[in-house]
């Protein structure tokens, strides 16, 4: 009796070993596929924000497009996901992990129930914070088998905001900004429109300081053109005298020369008579490029120069190195780009770094997570740049921010001791700075600093700054007398090569008044910047909430682009004014490159908010009106953008609901009164009721009270808004009097 039961057991393990290899084959087979149709898809959609005071839903749907069944073993899906953390629940199916910064992975739980071929299944996981917008999504899905060298990649689609909730954003939460809906921006649109113009306004940005015209024109391509030395000139400023014959330039400095002529361009063919005296008030007029985060080649970056000179903005600063890449060729160490300048699936990063932000598991793909500038193409966008008078100052952020060095060398930069401190950025890395005790960080320094002092030497145009960064060093990585001991190792450096220092405020800390370390102030009150330019410091203009053009124009579900510090619309880089001291020297802008994923997004983060900046470095208190500004920008020179092939964001529309009853048109309460307004004279509104066809808007229009929601959108120069959304029926689920009342933010 006891073999028999013993027999009856050993045959039922057998039965169920032989059912879990049949299992795990399947999955093998599933994962394995030979068809080029991925095993899998991913299908993401928010929820809502607030289910419980900050936190919100979001939904996954699995679907299986195998053979073979999916199974809670064996496979593990990475990607990207920025700002939001996960949650985890007893009894989720699915778990999703934060590895490392913004790198992510979706791993089955014990509760994982099988998924069948040609099967679906949703899964609702809770975050910390609100998605806010569209772009708050996870993306660059991969799965990976236990054991597998080559992940598979995973489409996965986006469900498009269409409910109130999803709209809604949280008054409990750091997101206080009222929502972007119809009645705001309309209310937004009129207090441009309304703003004080003049009739003779030109066709010029920025304004030039003074302009006295005459009767007459001159036609530029007939005049002579006389250019004249004036060494008591302002630097940069010029003079123009321009007759129907003859247009004389006066100036102390080639960039002056330089200066008037694209002033010559922006007039066009047919320029007035008279006479037109002009300087900046600013010598440091740029914008700070990251190509680090995301990447996009040299050549693209030309058009931006372009622009760049044309508007009278002189430094490209150029933001080369940071935690997920390092961007820039340096002679005699090959492995910082040929590690350093690559992103993918990796175990131990010792052939290329982690696949942050843009993710993707082929570090050799064409994307904006590979690339590197070789030591040729930086000499030759040196050069370019050069010609139109705009200095590159380059950035390598230090001692922090460094995780990509770190990787690329190895145990040079750091060691298990030094990788033991624990500490968290504020991009959420526990190992992004290097070891500054160690004998070779300073060597290493030493060595790009040289490398790059060689390549503006051969370029014809000798560096004379250097941004170090200094930025970010999270608590626990290094006390303070380690750290100050590298930076006035640094600074011995720089001195060598006769640089003068920049870097973020935080410098500040470690660098002493006298050591002329230009500070970009990048807090947007002017405490800070005051405080600095009191103490000695050079200062720079940097502020987030005015200045960083990565951030979103409005907080709207379908605008790209971060808002930890505010957003930065069309108006907001012009309508302000500028804190003015001696030793505040300069204003940039700064496009960080966390959620670019293409050079087109590049210049639609960037046109047209250069124009705001380009007026301020210029003239610190410009004469132009908000209304003057915004005709400048929508009736000259989008339409010089549009013709150049170049993209550029246009603002939406705004919609409100202006009466109830309308004795002229007969209505009763039956119906309502709508009214729709946009910021350029060009272009036509379109708007559609419900889910009804899109229609042309040219003057009020009633629509039935049972109306749920209206959308219009603007159509101008080949290009269109993001559409408002004017909710008329069940509530309003958007408390903006509240918010604004809470926080006083702007559009």
């Known amino acids: 009796m006891h073999q028999i039961l013993l027999n009856r057991f050993n045959l039922s393990t057998i039965m169920k070993t032989f059912a879990r290899l049949l299992c795990i084959a399947g999955f093998i087979s599933f994962i394995s596929c030979a068809s080029t149709t991925p095993p899998m898809s991913i299908h993401w959609e928010m929820g809502k924000n607030d289910v419980k005071p900050g936190i919100c839903e979001l939904y996954y749907t ?4 195998s053979t073979q069944p999916i199974t809670n073993q064996g496979w593990t899906l990475y990607f990207n996901y920025m700002s939001l953390h996960p949650i985890y629940t007893e009894g989720d199916q699915i778990l999703q992990s934060e590895l490392q910064a913004s790198y992510h992975s979706i791993t089955p739980t014990a509760d994982f129930q099988p998924l069948m071929p040609d099967s679906s299944r949703t899964f609702k996981l809770l975050f910390k914070g609100n998605a806010i917008r569209e772009t708050s999504r996870p993306e660059g899905f991969f799965l990976v088998k236990e054991g597998s060298k080559k992940p598979v990649s995973i489409p996965c689609t986006y469900a498009p905001f269409t409910r109130q ?36 306004l030109q066709p010029l940005l920025p304004q030039p300081k003074q302009a006295t015209y005459t009767e007459g024109v001159c036609q530029l391509a007939n005049a002579e053109l006389i250019i004249r030395t004036n060494a008591n000139m302002v630097k940069e400023g010029y003079t123009l005298i321009i007759t129907p014959n003859q247009i004389t330039i006066e100036a102390g400095d080639d960039a002056g020369v330089f200066y008037a002529k694209q002033t010559l361009k922006q007039w066009g063919e047919t320029i007035p008579c008279g006479t037109i005296t002009d300087y900046p008030d600013l010598h440091h007029r740029g914008i700070m490029l990251d190509v680090v985060r995301n990447y996009y080649p040299v050549d693209s970056i030309f058009r931006i120069l372009d622009v760049m000179a044309y508007h009278k903005l002189n430094v490209l600063h150029f933001h080369l190195t940071d935690d997920e890449a390092w961007r820039l060729e340096i002679p005699g160490l090959p492995q910082l780009t040929s590690i350093g300048g690559r992103r993918g699936y990796t175990t131990d990063e010792t052939d290329c770094l982690l696949p942050m932000y843009c993710g993707g598991w082929d570090p050799n793909a064409p994307t904006t997570a590979n690339g590197y500038i070789t030591r040729e193409k930086y000499i030759q966008l040196l050069k370019y740049a050069g010609e139109r008078h705009i200095r590159v100052i380059p950035e390598i952020d230090m001692p922090g921010h460094m995780r990509a060095a770190k990787k690329a060398m190895g145990n040079l930069l750091t060691d298990s001791a030094f990788d033991a401190r624990v500490y968290k950025s504020a991009q959420n890395y526990t190992d992004n700075v290097i070891d500054v005790t160690k004998p070779y960080a300073i060597q290493f320094i030493d060595h790009v600093v040289t490398e790059i002092v060689k390549m503006h030497q051969e370029a014809g145009y000798p560096l004379t700054q250097f941004n170090i960064g200094g930025d970010e060093v999270p608590k626990g990585a290094l006390t303070r007398d380690e750290h100050q001991a590298f930076i006035d190792q640094v600074l011995t450096i720089l001195q060598r090569y006769n640089l003068q220092p920049m870097g973020w405020e935080e410098i500040t800390h470690f660098c002493q008044p006298e050591t002329k370390a230009v500070c970009y102030s990048w807090l947007n009150s002017n405490t800070k910047p005051l405080e600095m330019a009191q103490a000695g410091y050079p200062v720079v203009l940097a502020n987030a909430n005015r200045l960083y053009f990565d951030f979103a124009y409005c907080n709207h579900h379908q605008e790209k682009g971060l808002n930890w510090g505010g957003y930065t619309d069309e108006y907001r880089s012009f309508d302000w004014e500028p804190l003015i001291h001696p030793n505040v020297i300069g204003m940039n802008a700064q496009l960080w490159g966390e959620v670019i994923r293409s050079f087109s997004q590049v210049e639609w983060q960037i046109y047209p908010k250069i124009y705001g900046l380009a007026e301020r470095a210029w003239n610190n208190r410009s004469s132009l009106t908000l209304s003057e500004y915004n005709r400048l920008v929508y009736e000259e020179f989008l339409p010089q953008l549009a013709a150049s092939k170049r993209n550029f964001h246009i603002q939406q529309p705004g919609i409100k609901i202006v009466a109830t009853e309308n004795e002229q048109l007969q209505l009763d309460k039956s119906h309502l009164l709508i009214q729709m307004n946009k910021v350029m004279q060009g272009g036509e509104i379109l708007y559609c009721i419900d889910d009804g066809e899109w229609k042309v808007y040219t003057n009020t229009i009633a629509i039935p009270a049972t109306t749920q929601v209206v959308k219009a959108k603007v159509s101008y120069l080949g290009k269109e808004s993001n559409t408002t959304w004017l909710w008329v029926n069940d509530g309003h689920a958007i408390d903006n009097k509240a918010m604004e009342a809470n926080a006083g933010a702007t559009f």
């Open 62 to 65: 699995i679907t299986n497009h």
């Open 165 to 200: 909730e999803q709209m809604k954003r949280g008054i409990v939460t750091w997101e206080k900004t009222p929502y972007a809906d119809g009645p705001y921006v309309f209310d937004y649109v009129q207090h441009i429109l309304d703003a004080t113009t003049t009739t003779n």
